[in-house]
């Protein structure tokens, strides 16, 4: 295939480094956009569900978060198709713009106490809205990235997609707790929690709609060329790849989504650390885990994708329980701290090596699809009822402890498939 000499010169891996800074930024702008409803549930649980128990409406808000990311199958099948027909390109460009204004619309809802039982309505279109967008966004930005990447940096390259959605995520998180220090608890409640969705939706948006913009195709998807067929595998067809897709990438989402979107929350209902505190903390976490991606990245390149993917796993199934036990009863935020930092470095590990993982099972007129599909279900599924079924959990069992028996099934099934895998690290590009 012609991309890959053509990578071997300056002007190739000029155009290489531009394709890769304008996806990262768009990626990490898109994804700020998404979290900020993660930093502030707390605050719209009571903005927009009848007053009462707090636990119920907590609750409630986290179904709302599932509920966006139910959606991204859906867009993962329309947006993955998109990408594979018509380019990576053209499906990256519609997302953006989709994703701000579903995020302007929330800083924008009237709450409960105006409109009723339109609120929680209304805020669950436009979670739909966001998950539709987020779910055609992660599979063609890792197609873009890899295709672009030279071909012993394809992790790094890759994992760019996942360091830039922590950056969106961590930005959002600095910027809930800066509001949260900054801010009294009557103006952080009625107007200050808005800020970060209508700064994603007035500025963030239009500028990573307009980086994107100024990118080309990849040269993997333009030497295909637009009615290039898919040879089928009898031995691997897709659905067995999207299959192993979902199983590898089980415990990722849910360390995730669980250890570093669910927990801040968790800290200040069932633990012992103030909200701000632990979205500082939180915070830390989150910038571990971009290093880690990166870092982790680099050594799945040299040693593979399969040592990084069993260790992690390995020690997110041994570790979940002591950190929760950490999280509930710990008063000390110098020691939650090391808890949430450790979970930051685990999680980096999977965002660093899955998403080479992933797009290595797929040929090219393939890949957004496969990935964009497999990806979105595992997130569907498992990472975007995380909090909610952490919640429940608490609420069924009345122990504290009991998230942490989740996420080491979710660790349990991710070892089963990886085990299974073949080693793609060092093998061409289909």
């Not at 739909?128 to 992660?138: D, I, K, N, T, Y």
């Not at 801040?264 to 939180?282: E, M, Q, R």
């Amino acid at each position: 295939m012609s991309a890959l000499p053509l990578q071997a010169n300056g002007a190739a891996i000029n155009m290489a480094k531009k394709a890769a800074f304008s996806t990262v930024v768009g990626n990490a702008l898109e994804w700020f956009d998404f979290a900020s409803y993660a930093f502030f549930a707390t605050i719209i649980s009571r903005q927009f569900f009848p007053p009462g128990d707090a636990a119920t409406a907590l609750i409630g808000t986290f179904a709302v978060f599932g509920i966006g990311l139910v959606a991204r199958p859906l867009g993962a099948v329309l947006f993955g198709r998109l990408g594979d027909v018509k380019g990576r390109k053209l499906a990256l460009l519609i997302a953006m713009p989709m994703m701000g204004f579903g995020t302007l619309m929330i800083g924008l809802l009237p709450t409960y106490a105006s409109i009723g039982i339109a609120a929680p309505i209304l805020l669950v279109v436009c979670r739909l809205l966001q998950g539709f967008s987020a779910g055609g966004e992660v599979g063609n930005a890792i197609a873009f990235l890899i295709e672009w990447s030279p071909p012993r940096k394809r992790a790094l390259y890759s994992s760019l997609q996942q360091a830039s959605a922590v950056g969106g995520t961590l930005i959002g998180s600095l910027i809930a707790a800066s509001l949260s220090s900054m801010m009294n608890h009557d103006l952080l409640q009625s107007w200050g929690w808005r800020i970060p969705f209508l700064i994603g939706g007035l500025v963030i948006a239009p500028l990573g709609f307009y980086l994107r913009s100024k990118v080309e195709e990849t040269p993997f998807f333009a030497d295909e060329g637009p009615n290039s067929k898919v040879s089928t595998s009898a031995e691997h067809p897709a659905w067995v790849l999207c299959a192993k897709t979902v199983g590898i990438s089980t415990v990722w989402v849910v360390s995730f989504y669980v250890f570093l979107i669910y927990v801040p929350a968790y800290l200040s209902v069932h633990g012992h650390i103030h909200n701000a505190n632990a979205l500082w903390i939180n915070t830390a976490g989150l910038l571990v885990m971009v290093i880690s991606i990166v870092l982790s990245a680099i050594v799945s390149d040299v040693v593979g994708r399969k040592p990084l993917l069993l260790f992690s796993s390995i020690c997110v199934l041994v570790f979940s329980y002591p950190l929760f036990v950490l999280f509930a009863n710990s008063t000390s935020v110098f020691t939650v701290f090391l808890g949430i930092v450790l979970c930051g470095g685990l999680a980096g590990i999977f965002a660093g090596t899955c998403p080479a993982a992933m797009a290595e099972m797929f040929p090219t007129r393939l890949r957004t699809t496969g990935v964009s599909i497999g990806f979105g279900l595992s997130t569907a599924i498992f990472g975007g009822f995380a909090s909610l079924i952490s919640e429940t959990l608490i609420k069924v069992t009345g122990s504290q402890l009991s998230p942490s028996f989740f996420v080491m099934c979710t660790a349990i099934i991710s070892l089963a498939v990886i085990f299974s895998l073949k080693e793609t690290a060092h093998d061409p590009l289909k």
